[in-house]
């Protein structure tokens, strides 16, 4: 059966710092990959979407990259966090057509 | 503006009634996915329903689909606490590089005992 494991859980950063959010599927082949946060209490911003190796489409214009350097594992970085990336981030797969299944989220907060 | 936006965007309810909450979209879509989601938690996937389906059931979940009006419901029966939860819907989207799921700001739904 399909896993996706989605870390750090939690993390207090300082502003200025930089930051990786790591996310890995186990038991599928080529999904797509989604990056998404979420502000509290809100709904789901799409951020960036790959559907292969080094394909990455972004969404948003804003102080985060993703990248895509194997095909099961997606990272979201930022060279200098923001206050206003604080926010909860959500990693998520899907194979094309169907569900899309999420990770348990990782929370960031940016002091 | 979101593909999807559900409405209410807070709903309390007594145990044992039922919940329906009510989601709209804009653009043409292949499927529309219904999610759960518990305070500080991921998403969890409850139904999805094709554009050519009009219904469909799952557990004490239905959820209808009517592409006409651009529109779809979800209805818990027989509500438990345990349902206390937030719920997205979710349409598909394409653009020239893929697909991609967009999803609405949610309703918040509280069942007291």
């Known amino acids: 059966s399909q896993t996706i494991h989605q870390w750090p859980a939690t993390l207090v950063q300082p502003v200025g710092s930089p930051l990786s959010l790591e996310c890995t599927v186990e038991?599928?082949?080529?999904?797509?990959l989604y990056w998404y946060r979420q502000a509290a209490g809100r709904g789901l911003q799409l951020l960036f979407y790959s559907v292969g190796i080094g394909q990455i489409s972004s969404e948003v214009p804003q102080n985060l990259s993703a990248s895509r350097p194997q095909d099961r594992q997606f990272i979201l970085s930022s060279k200098k966090l923001l206050l206003s990336d604080s926010g909860f981030y959500l990693c998520a797969w899907s194979v094309k057509g169907n569900t899309i299944y999420f990770g348990e989220g990782s929370w960031l907060t940016v002091v | 503006s979101q593909q999807g936006e559900e409405d209410p965007q807070a709903l309390s309810i007594q145990e044992g009634e039922n919940a329906t909450m009510n989601c709209s979209y804009k653009?043409?879509?292949?499927?529309l996915q219904w999610y759960r989601q518990n305070s500080g938690r991921g998403l969890v996937h409850l139904i999805l329903?094709?554009?050519?389906?009009r219904e469909k059931h799952s557990g004490r979940l239905r959820v209808t689909l009517d592409t006409s009006k651009k529109s779809s419901s979800l209805l818990i029966t027989a509500s438990r606490a345990a349902d206390t939860a937030s719920y997205f819907c979710a349409t598909d989207a394409w653009d020239n590089y893929g697909q991609n799921f967009v999803f609405g700001p949610g309703t918040r739904l509280s069942v007291l005992p």
């Open positions: 329903i094709r554009s050519n389906e």
């Open positions: 038991g599928t082949s080529n999904p797509n």
């Open positions: 653009t043409s879509i292949n499927n």
